[in-house]
Nanobody, 124 residues
Framework: QVQLVESGGGLVQAGGSLRLSCTAS????????MGWFRQRPGKEREFVAA????????YYTDSVKGRFAISRDNAKNTGSLQMNSLKSEDTAVYYCAAGGYSETYYATAQYKYWGQGTQVTVSS
């Protein structure tokens, strides 16, 4: 079993930055792909970014490429999402997730473990 806890959300002005963290418990976290998803008001949960278990590959949805950076530290069982140049449309609840690798890393169904989410609000 893996438990995930997100932190680092908050209120920021457009153009600002936030760094989200995901702390995992459970020895198998380091063997799993880690993803970040978000859910905007009235919308379905959507893929933001993912990183493979060794960090060798990273993936991003088009709208955050060049602005967000995903990383992980398996020795500390943590992951992070650095978010720069934030826009009002980035406002959402952000979720950390972990699961086995799949080519469909962008699909919520590929992730077995989920955190409770952290709110990010970007004011314009």
């Amino acid at each position: 079993q893996v438990q995930l806890v997100e932190s680092g959300g908050g209120l920021v002005q457009a153009g600002g930055s936030l760094r989200l963290s995901c702390t995992a418990s459970g020895r198998s976290f380091s063997a799993l792909t880690m993803g970040w998803f978000r859910q905007r008001p009235g919308k379905e949960r959507e893929f933001v970014a993912a990183i493979t278990w060794r960090g060798g590959s990273t993936y991003y949805t088009d709208s955050v490429k060049g602005r967000f950076a995903i990383s992980r530290d398996n020795a500390k069982n943590t992951g992070s999402l650095q978010m720069n140049s934030l826009k009002s449309e980035d406002t959402a609840v952000y979720y950390c997730a972990a699961g086995g690798y799949s080519e469909t890393y962008y699909a919520t169904a590929q992730y077995k473990y989920w955190g409770q989410g952290t709110q990010v609000t970007v004011s314009s």
